[in-house]
């Protein structure tokens, strides 16, 4: 039976007719399964998820935002507490050669800026 | 329309017209699935959400190895299951043929003649008594085109239980239609 239902279905998915009553309900089945599910999405469906999505980022964004802060208050405060116990006086020692050339230091700092700028304006896209 | 590999770059990227035109390509797709799976209209619109939002936060995942509709409906399928199950509705189990068959096309006032349009519905109507794995293997083939392998790729199915299903599927439809048109043929 599974053999003769196997080629009977065969041949109409192929568009063959068949004039049995099996065929003539086989092809009634194949006509109406065909048909797409009534259910239909709001024309808006999409621009809700993007809103739900920004929303979900910006609420995430604001939490590790406020973590960072947190994080930051406390190293400085570890610092300051850690400096008053320990009895630590700040001491440029190494550094105090940049009082000579004050212009090489400006030069510096403004050419990492640069390369900050360069990176982020034309290295990052190209990566994404 | 798009290629997969630049549309899914351009979503990762942060293009939200990318993810827009994402959602449009697969929302049918994704719709007959749940539509199929689940019977509750307001569970249906949420759960369409749900896989669009899986579908954003693995998008880095997908590994180009299959079609991104494939991949898309794979977590629709997931997903509805999911929801069968916390529903604590049985998906899992597979009527025993011989007696399924006969419940299903028993013979209860089958009217004598139906037009096509009615007959659709009927028809659509025994779709929706089947076992959720033999409705999900009809909607993706015969509505979403997809074929043996994407099916497989989709709900985890081997490629002959997939056939298998749809054989069967196919089969009591057409018993039952058979007795609806009143010309069951006598061997």
Redesign the interface.
């Known amino acids: 039976m ?1 053999t003769k ?2 080629e009977l ?1 065969n041949k109409i998915v192929a568009g063959g007719a068949d004039d ?3 065929g ?3 092809k ?15 024309f808006n ?6 809103r ?3 929303n979900k980022e910006a609420k995430s964004t604001n939490y590790d935002m406020r973590w960072l802060a947190v994080g930051i208050f406390v190293l400085f405060l570890g610092a300051v507490i850690g400096a008053i116990l320990s009895g630590f006086k700040p001491n440029f020692g190494a550094f105090k050669f940049w009082a000579s050339y004050p212009g090489l230091f400006a030069f510096g700092l403004v050419f990492i800026l640069f390369l900050q700028w360069l990176d982020k304006k034309w290295v990052n896209p190209r990566l ?1 | 329309m798009m290629d997969d590999r630049v549309l899914v ?1 351009q979503v ?2 942060g293009d ?1 017209t990318a ?2 035109q994402l ?2 390509q697969h ?2 797709l994704v ?2 699935m ?3 799976l689940i019977d509750d ?1 307001e569970d ?2 949420e759960l ?2 749900d896989v ?2 899986r579908v ?1 936060e693995k998008l880095g995942e997908f590994n180009f190895q299959s079609k991104l509709s494939t991949w898309v409906a794979t977590i629709a399928y997931r997903l509805g299951v999911n929801h069968l199950r916390k529903k604590k509705i049985k998906i899992s189990d597979i009527p025993e043929e011989g007696s399924f068959t006969a419940h299903f096309i028993s013979d209860e006032n089958p009217e004598e003649s139906l037009e ?1 349009k009615e ?2 519905m ?3 109507k025994l ?1 929706d008594q089947l076992p959720t794995q033999y409705k999900i293997v ?2 993706l083939y ?2 979403d085109q997809m074929n043996y392998q994407e099916i497989e790729n989709v709900t985890g199915m081997p490629e002959g239980t997939v056939k298998n299903y749809l ?1 069967r599927a ?2 009591l ?3 039952k ?2 007795k609806y ?1 009143g ?3 006598w061997i």
């Open positions: 599974k239902d196997e279905q049995s009553a099996d003539l309900a086989y009634k089945v194949f006509h109406a399964i065909t048909v797409e599910p009534s259910f239909n999405l709001p469906f999409a621009d809700t998820l993007i739900q999505i920004e994404t | 770059s990762l990227s939200r993810f827009r959602i449009k929302e049918r719709a007959h749940v539509a199929r209209k249906r619109e369409c959400q669009f939002l954003y096509d007959m659709n009927l028809v659509l779709v009809l909607t015969h509505v054989f196919r089969h439809l057409k018993e239609v058979k048109l010309k069951e043929e």
